[in-house]
Nanobody, 126 residues
Framework: QVQLVESGGGLVQAGGSLRLSCAAS????????MGWFRQAPGKEREFVAA????????YYADPVKGRSTVSRDNAKNTVYLQMNSLKPEDTAVYYC???????????????????WGQGTQVTVSS
């Protein structure tokens, strides 16, 4: 079992930056692939970024590639999403998710994750 708590969201102007954090409970964090997803009003939840349990393997959705960095600190049981050059279209609730199934490839699909946080709101004003 893993419990996830996101933080770091807020209101930022276009062009600004935010760093989202996701703190995980439990001793299995280092064995989890971790994902970030977002959901805007009226839209489906979509993949943003993911990081494998294998150090250094990361994945990004095209809309955020080059503007975002996903990282993890296993000693702190925390995964981060640094977002730069934010755009109004980045406005959404951001969720982190954990996959404890044991694979090394972090999924880009919501079905690839079993545990979800409650989400943190990111609002980018133009």
């Amino acid at each position: 079992q893993v419990q996830l708590v996101e933080s770091g969201g807020g209101l930022v102007q276009a062009g600004g930056s935010l760093r989202l954090s996701c703190a995980a409970s439990g001793r299995t964090f280092s064995t989890a692939n971790m994902g970030w997803f977002r959901q805007a009003p009226g839209k489906e939840r979509e993949f943003v970024a993911a990081i494998s349990r294998i150090p250094g393997i990361t994945y990004y959705a095209d809309p955020v590639k080059g503007r975002s960095t996903v990282s993890r600190d296993n000693a702190k049981n925390t995964v981060y999403l640094q977002m730069n050059s934010l755009k109004p279209e980045d406005t959404a609730v951001y969720y982190c998710a954990a996959d404890l199934r044991g694979g090394v490839v972090a999924s880009t699909r919501t079905a690839g994750y079993d545990y979800w946080g409650q989400g943190t709101q990111v609002t980018v004003s133009s």
